[in-house]
């Protein structure tokens, strides 16, 4: 006896993909789905359910981590406080204004305290001056080598200063250090050579103060024009 309750059985036949085995549900009053699951369709592997989140190992698919919820949609940043960004800005622009106000009180300490330090270097030489004036009707020869001696000091003073004197004589022609004022001819001096300092210069290991006014040997050239 054929059990009645049972549905018309359904002939499936072997199609290479899952078309016709749709078609072949529809005719028989079936939904193409159930046709599929019984007829071997194609299975959604984990490498299809990725596209919907993260595959663990045992192959059951995961939410991402950005919608932890399954929503698909990534998790709203909470909302900035518009009035507490606005009073860190104006601490921020504050502390800049009187941190520049700070530096520039300091720079013009130090600027002070150099100028301090450079006049009371130069105090004794002042007051070597002042000596040798009074003392300038005495003896005229006393007076000359006070004042040699004043010189010196000086040029102490320049020295501890970090400045150097530059006022060699014999030396060639540097133009980064002497400025040629005039051009002699010396006998047996070589050309270019500085035969007399007009005026000292002065450098440091920062560069020229200033440079030495000199005067320099005349070349072959110059010599045959002024002959």
Known sequence: MKDETRGPEVPMTDTAGGDGAEDQAREHGLRPGAAAAGSGGIRRG??????????GRGGEVRPRSEDADGSGVPPVLPELDVEELHDRWQRAVAETENQRKRYERRLEEVCLAERDRVSEAWLPVV???????????ADPEAIIAGVEGVCRQAYAVLARLGYQRIAAVGEPFDPALHEAAQVRQEPQTAP???????RAGYGSDRGLLRPATVAVQAGPDER????
């Open 224 to 227: 045959e024009a002024r002959s």
């Open 127 to 137: 007051d070597h001056l002042e000596l040798a004036l009074q003392h300038a009707a």
């Open 46 to 55: 984990p490498e299809n359910a990725a596209g919907s989140g993260e595959v």
């Open 192 to 198: 270019g050579t500085v035969v007399q300092v007009l």
